[in-house]
């Protein structure tokens, strides 16, 4: 089950937008800073299969400016 984490830094004041696209998305936690422009996401995928949907919705959020991975484990590989 692969597990990832992230910063996910929202375009100019679109941080509630982005946060609600990720939290519409299946296998994502969202967690965002009460006094920072920044989100954490968390994602857990039950596969690799539904890992690499997932990433491909995540690159065409539109409130998205960037993500950057701060941790990602893959039991079938160990920690990435």
Not at 27 to 37: D, F, M, T
């Amino acid at each position: 089950m692969p597990i990832f984490s992230y910063l996910a830094i929202p375009r100019s004041g679109a941080k509630e937008s982005l946060c609600a696209e990720l939290s519409a998305l299946e296998y994502c936690r969202v967690i965002p800073a009460e006094n920072h422009e920044v989100v954490v996401l968390v994602t857990e995928a039950p596969d690799e299969t539904s890992e690499e949907a997932l990433q491909g919705k995540l690159k065409k959020l539109q409130g998205l400016q960037s993500l950057s991975l701060a941790f990602g484990y893959d039991e079938k590989l160990g920690r990435k």
